[in-house]
T-cell receptor, first 118, second 115 residues
């Protein structure tokens, strides 16, 4: 059972356009929602993250929108560039037993392959 | 500063063979984890550790063992390889990088094929 559902599976956006990737979760114990970016042949890397006490977080061209009541969150990439072409994973975490911080145990979505065309 | 180092990068096993995927980090992180990545499935947590001597199961632990004798190393053992274990395996270590912000640092991955 997929606890974090991600859509679309693939996305093609023209350079300069807005890329939007959506995720929905079921487990109300999740309290941390990061997005990871993965280039071919590499491991994922943290892009941006949000906690449920805010509805939006922006870092440069990347914005997370969060809707706690709907249990949904999304990634918006403004002015999309060819260098943004990668696979994007949303994730959610609930506390790991014995952890000092509680946000390391990640449940990932299935990924979105984003392609930015000139 | 090497970060998270995984070895080997590629491996082909025959069904029934055993092997150990190595993972080492030099960032002194307490939390480490193993994921497998399969097409259309995203990354799924196999096992994790919150410190030396402490390990726990993730979402898909069957067929895998882990141990954590030191902070730096977190090897993943395949007991008797099966074709269903063909996947790309990622090791990660995590730390708090800001207020309520936790970042997982992933290795480059090990691509395992079981024939």
């Amino acid at each position: 059972q997929q606890q974090v559902k991600q859509s679309p599976q693939s996305l093609i956006v023209q350079k300069g356009g807005i890329s939007i990737i959506n995720c929905a979760y079921e487990n109300t114990a999740f309290d941390y929602f990061p997005w990871y970016q993965q280039f071919p042949g590499k491991g994922p890397a943290l892009l941006i993250a949000i906690r449920p006490d805010v509805s939006e977080k922006k870092e440069g061209r990347f914005t997370i929108s969060f809707n706690k009541s709907a249990k949904q969150f999304s990634l918006h990439i403004m002015d999309s560039q060819p260098g943004d072409s990668a696979t994007y994973f949303c994730a959610a975490s609930n506390p790991a037993r014995g952890s000092n911080f509680g946000n390391e145990k990640l449940t990932f979505g299935t990924g979105t392959r984003l392609t930015i065309i000139p | 500063n090497a970060g998270v180092t995984q070895t080997p990068k590629f491996q082909v096993l025959k069904t029934g063979q055993s092997m150990t995927l190595q993972c080492a980090q030099d960032m002194n992180h307490e939390y480490m984890s193993w994921y497998r990545q399969d097409p259309g499935m995203g990354l799924r947590l196999i096992h994790y550790s919150v410190g030396a001597g402490i390990t726990d199961q993730g979402e898909v632990p069957n067929g895998y063992n882990v141990s954590r004798s030191t902070t730096e190393d977190f090897p993943l053992r395949l007991l008797s390889a099966a074709p269903s274990q063909t996947s790309v395996y990622f090791c990660a270590s995590s730390r708090q990088t800001g207020i309520y912000v936790t970042e997982a640092f992933f290795g480059q991955g090990t691509r395992l094929t079981v024939v």
